[in-house]
T-cell receptor
């Protein structure tokens, strides 16, 4: 069964506007970690932001914030004030709960295109 | 210099050929991983390793093998390549400290004809 679901294959956003990328996850373990990665057209994977399941506050990193709704098992990424350089594919990932191997399960990704 | 490097960056090979993808890291991390990326499927784990004596299968290990030659080196082999192994392959290492984020190499684009 798929553990991470990203339902938006592609999105368009106007420059300087905010965009929300959806991510839902499936686990019965109370301890887990959620990550977002960015993959530009050049192909590299860039770590953006992390949310731990016990964190009380939503994570923020510059223009990136994570809207964590634990009861709904969602961890949506919000990019504020979009820039042309934000055009990329974005992956949500979950660290396998309860393991010390730190494996990640990835969603299928969402492609974001920022329009000038 | 990049912390996680992969060679080659691009490779075209023929069905049935043996091919090795190499990964080196200078981050001093113990845990290393090999993933493949296919359109619409995200990244899927092939193999991972805690150290040179500990190799573990991931979600899609069939048709692949790995070797951890040293803490810093982790190689992925396709013993007899087939066209559906055409993909983008990533090597990654995991931080030793919370949140144990993974650092990825630049990827190897492999085409099997």
């Amino acid at each position: 069964a798929q553990k991470i679901t990203q339902t938006q294959p592609g999105m368009f956003v106007q420059e300087k506007e905010a965009v929300t990328l959806d991510c839902t996850y499936d686990t019965s373990d109370p301890s887990y970690g959620l990550f977002w990665y960015k993959q530009p057209s050049s192909g590299e994977m860039i770590f953006l932001i992390y949310q731990g399941s016990y964190d009380q506050q939503n994570a923020t990193e510059g223009r990136y914030s994570l809207n964590f709704q634990k009861a709904r098992k969602s961890a949506n990424l919000v990019i504020s004030a979009s820039q042309l350089g934000d055009s990329a594919m974005y992956f949500c990932a979950m660290r396998e709960p309860g393991s010390n191997d730190y494996k990640l399960s990835f969603g299928a990704g969402t492609t974001v295109t920022v329009r000038a | 210099d990049a912390d996680v490097t992969q060679t080659p960056r691009n490779r075209i090979t023929k069905t049935g050929k043996r091919i090795m993808l190499e990964c080196s890291q200078t981050k001093g991390h113990d845990r290393m991983y090999w993933y493949r990326q296919d359109p619409g499927l995200g990244l899927r784990l092939i193999y991972y390793s805690f150290d040179v004596k500990d190799i573990n299968k991931g979600e899609i290990s069939d048709g692949y093998s790995v070797s951890r030659q040293a803490q810093a080196k982790f190689s992925l082999s396709l013993e007899s390549a087939i066209p559906n192994q055409t993909a983008l392959y990533f090597c990654a290492t995991s931080s030793r400290t919370e949140p144990y984020e993974q650092y990825f190499g630049p990827g190897t684009r492999l085409t099997v004809t």
